[in-house]
């Protein structure tokens, strides 16, 4: 079974992957087609080529290596020299037509991720509830930064950051990505207002910034770690938790802390599973698998969350759409900038073996969670090719408007040394990302 998921899950981050490749080198090749620069080839992966056709100048292939593709066109290689230059190739056309050359790959990105979730949400809109959305703290972490900026739990969270009535979302977005930096909490408590400033420590476990609250609701279980005791007693994720030794879970925090304190004697577990509840024995060990050591039963909790079933029309769906993106372009950018201030931690960017678990499990959930995944790498992938960095569609565009600023072209070493230089940055990412995946199916330590 586990060979078939593997086989399913290879293939289903092909289908995710050939999908934006497709989408963002078509956009570069319709540019190019438009301002009529000879393309020599379409190429999805790198490599040898297997197979393909020709139409036309363009040769159509299929490479070995299917984690990525290209667009050639005639003259783009700096090293060309000698005869003079086609009219048709890359470097013969006006440094803005090269511009928007560059920029129509992530362009298309952006626009397949608007698009996907504009005809998912007019099919299925699943919208949180307002319970899931109130910012009420529900439990806080004895000596955490939050207990000791005088959080407690049944505070309302009114303003953060100088922002008015925040959601829940809003708070643990400013949550993990605020480590080192204190955040501006306005809370109402038994009819009064409190200013209190709150800030997060980066969590070794999670790698983003923790400020120890967590909000009221249903627990449900995110993962159940294979061979720990959680597992072998039975549970599996989406249980949702409802009592351990007696004491109701409404928190993940209260679940985290009678597991900690246990002592190593077993906790006797309440769960629900399909509406039926059951009763299990469960004896946590003494582990360090993701921060300090600590006694742990193998689960990540989570809250479990509750949406209303709608349909959108068109311009509601493309208003959801736009700010469904906008803010995945936020996230996504606060977390790289959190990255480069150490606030946030590294070992969170998914390599290419996480992916295929990633795509894998997305596709078995259906359609909707698929198109869902698909939209955000896209948009991933849009932001990622527009950093300002050589050998990416942001490095060239930088490149170019450099050039269009000095009315001349940069010296054929200093573009050789920067490209270079930009080869090696993307090699030691695509590195710390294949570690980042091995790393998490080493045993601790």
Do not use: C
């Not at 983003?208 to 294979?226: I, P």
């Not at 720990?228 to 549970?235: F, I």
């Not at 698929?370 to 527009?386: D, P």
């Amino acid at each position: 079974m586990q060979l078939v998921h593997g086989f399913e899950n290879v293939l289903w981050l092909l289908v995710l992957i050939g999908v934006m490749i497709n989408v963002h080198e078509l956009g570069h090749f319709w540019v190019a087609r438009f301002f009529d620069v000879k393309i020599e080839t379409f190429s999805f992966g790198f490599g040898p080529r297997l197979f393909g056709f020709r139409r036309g100048e363009t040769d159509f292939r299929f490479s070995l290596i299917p984690f990525g593709g290209y667009v050639k066109m005639a003259g783009e290689q700096t090293s060309e020299t000698g005869a003079a230059p086609d009219p048709r190739s890359l470097l013969a056309k006006p440094r803005w037509q090269r511009l928007l050359i560059a920029f129509a790959g992530p362009f298309m990105n952006i626009t397949l991720a608007v698009g996907l979730l504009t005809g998912l949400y007019m099919v299925h809109y699943q919208k949180l509830s307002p319970a899931d959305l109130d910012p009420v703290i529900g439990g806080v972490l004895p000596d955490s930064p939050a207990e000791k900026a005088g959080v407690r739990p049944g505070d309302r969270i009114v303003k953060l950051d100088g922002k008015p009535a925040p959601t829940w979302e809003d708070v643990s977005l400013a949550e993990d990505s605020g480590a080192y930096r204190p955040l501006q909490v306005t809370v109402e408590r038994e009819g009064r207002t409190l200013e209190l400033s709150v800030t997060p420590t980066l969590s070794d476990r999670s790698g983003v910034g923790s400020a120890g609250w967590d909000k009221r609701g249903e627990v449900e279980l995110r993962s159940v770690e294979a061979g720990m005791p959680a597992e072998k007693a039975g549970l599996k994720p989406g249980d949702v938790i409802v009592a351990v030794n007696g004491q109701p879970i409404n928190t993940t925090i209260k679940l985290q802390e009678i597991t900690r304190n246990s002592g190593g004697n077993p906790v006797v577990v309440e769960y629900e599973r399909k509406g039926l509840k059951q009763t299990v024995e469960v004896r946590p060990v003494f582990d360090k698998k993701d921060g300090p050591a600590r006694w742990m039963i193998g689960v990540g909790p989570g809250l479990k969350y509750h949406f209303v079933d709608t349909r959108l029309s068109f311009s509601a769906a493309l208003d959801e759409s736009l700010r469904e993106n906008a803010k995945g372009a936020t996230t996504l950018v606060q977390f790289l900038k959190g990255v480069v201030e150490r606030r946030m931690s590294a070992k969170n960017i998914t390599g290419p073996i996480g992916m295929i678990e990633i795509s894998g499990a997305a596709a078995r959930e259906g359609p909707s969670v698929f198109l869902g995944l698909m939209s955000m790498v896209s948009l991933q992938l849009a932001i990622f090719n527009l950093l300002p960095i050589p050998i990416l569609d942001g490095g060239v565009i930088v490149m170019l408007l450099i050039e269009m600023t000095m009315q001349r072209d940069m010296s054929l070493s200093v573009k050789e040394a920067v490209l270079k230089a930009g080869f090696v940055f993307i090699m030691l990412i695509v590195a710390l990302a294949v570690y980042n995946d091995i790393s998490r199916y080493l045993p601790s330590g």
